[in-house]
């Protein structure tokens, strides 16, 4: 996204839902480090491109401390939403052995 294309990210709804069970709801408010700082830190590693995706971590709501816990398995799809932003989904797969 471009500055132009929303007002104010520190307001958004973001979800996460595995095999269409919403698992977790929260807002860009909440985030620990705003988008600017985001932006910011990451800049000084690396040159940002357009369609470049920044995955920052996980609202509230993760699996391992649920009772019992919901963990990703092979199979399901994970994905994720942003209000005026947009969706990505991914299938979850196994891991490969490395040499």
Do not use: Y
Not at 4 to 14: M, V
Not at 35 to 60: H, Y
Not at 71 to 92: H, Q, W
């Amino acid at each position: 996204m471009t500055a132009d294309e929303i007002a104010d990210p520190h307001g958004l709804g973001i979800r996460t839902t595995v095999n269409g069970r919403l698992l977790q709801d929260g807002n860009t408010k909440d985030m620990l480090f705003d988008v600017w700082q985001q932006i910011e830190t990451l800049s000084i590693a690396c040159t940002l491109e357009p369609g470049d995706l920044v995955a920052t971590g996980t609202p509230a709501g993760i699996g391992i401390t649920r009772k019992p816990m919901v963990l990703l398995t092979p199979g399901d799809t994970c994905r994720i939403e942003i209000d005026d932003i947009g969706a990505i989904e991914n299938p979850v797969i196994a891991a490969t052995a490395r040499p």
